[in-house]
DNA sequence: CGTTGGCAAACGCCCGGTCGTTTCTGTCCG
DNA sequence: CGGACAGAAACGACCGGGCGTTTGCCAACG
């Protein structure tokens, strides 16, 4: 039986540790425990615990900056098709890289050490192309939105990232039925938001902004 | 100059401090420091670091779970207006409890000790109960979801709880402008979600449900 | 025989928790 | 008025365990 290099699996091994216990809480004992080594065996082939982290995080956010790049170059479809492509890149995310995912978002905007301040920028300039998505569909009238783009798009975000907490797997195609549903329910969202319906009559006439400019 | 008890600052400045730097990260020390008291005066008032976590989440889950019992009492509005009131009252808990709310949020379905077992529970039944509204609201045709009630619920939760990322309290009237801001996203989805839009022609036939009865 | 990679043990730090001691305050007597 | 006393509350040194990290040693292998 040949003998890689334990360096992949302990970085697996590292993701799902950091996902059922939290990075705090995983010990690289459990790490080591999980590919058949003590703790002492895994300094062969990781630095740090940090180092570790960092590979697990690595991959799914490389995969989100490459979306965030495609949305941005994408100028030619409409707004909807550009937010369908997104919420099915995500679940893409979600699904190809658990639990790295996971792990990325459990930790997002709460990095301490700098060798993760590009994670939390990145988080940033996420959130604001989907602002400024939004922004566009309502000044080309794809849809009206009476509330602050601000808001719809952190709702987006709260609503996919949230997955973390219930979503698992099931098959490019149930994981593609899934991201319709939730672009349904997206999109939606910003048609109605307009005021068609007449529950929302008489509220939401925003004067001031709801969220604050540093969000 | 009068000399309260500490306990209630020290419950403060520990929500505070779980908030900033996560439960784990936080230390008595700095908890103690933020009331200008050593971490062995801090247990002149507390019995553990466990305790205050407790008394920090206790007060916010109290309030979530008298929402919960709100609506599954009410059956006489209609489910637009019980999930009106549900998202106008968790924006008010946020801002009500706010850091504590956030708190509990980070760590709601992550507990270990037993003592915060209920709470885990707790969160169950709120999704359940969601769920279940969004099916009424199906059943009774108020809306027409083509997929499936717990995706929605699921989104809807999403949305709600991820607030903890972004948030700030800005008094009564604007959070109650952002709350109808989300409501009318989540509403307008949920009527959408039937296949009004063009868009989604053709795509979100779930033959299988794509959320696990587990969820 | 050198390299690889494993193990066991130890080190050092952090932090939750304990405890003997001090300091302050207010009250009760003489 | 003033000294004795009690209780509250803060201090700060210390303990013990957990865990990241280091180190020394040894077995297997080419």
Not at 3 to 32: K, M
Not at 47 to 65: D, F, I
């Amino acid at each position: 039986m040949p003998r890689p290099s334990r360096w992949p699996d302990l970085v697996h091994a590292a993701g799902e540790e950091f996902r059922e216990r939290g990075y705090d809480n995983a010990t690289l004992e459990s790490i080591g425990a999980r590919v058949g080594i003590l703790k002492g065996s895994v300094y062969n082939y990781v630095g740090s615990k940090e180092e570790l982290l960092l590979a697990v995080v690595e991959q799914p956010a490389r995969a989100l900056l490459a979306e965030l790049d495609r949305l941005r170059a994408d100028t030619g479809s409409s707004v909807a098709m550009r937010l369908r492509e997104l919420v099915h890149t995500q679940v893409r995310i979600f699904a190809d890289y658990y639990p790295a995912a996971f792990v990325y978002l459990q930790h997002v905007g709460r990095f301490r050490s700098p060798a993760f301040a590009q994670f939390d920028d990145m988080d940033k300039d996420y959130i604001a192309a989907i602002e400024s998505l939004l922004a566009e569909g309502v000044r080309t009238g794809e849809f009206s939105l009476a509330g602050e783009p601000a808001v719809a798009a952190r709702a987006i975000v709260g609503m996919l990232d949230w997955m973390q907490h219930w979503f698992t797997p099931h098959g490019e195609e149930a994981d593609a039925r899934l991201a319709d549903q939730l672009f349904a329910l997206a999109l939606g969202g910003l048609h109605a938001a307009g005021g068609v319906h007449g529950v929302t009559k008489g509220i939401g006439r925003t004067a001031a902004p709801v969220v604050p400019p540093g969000g």
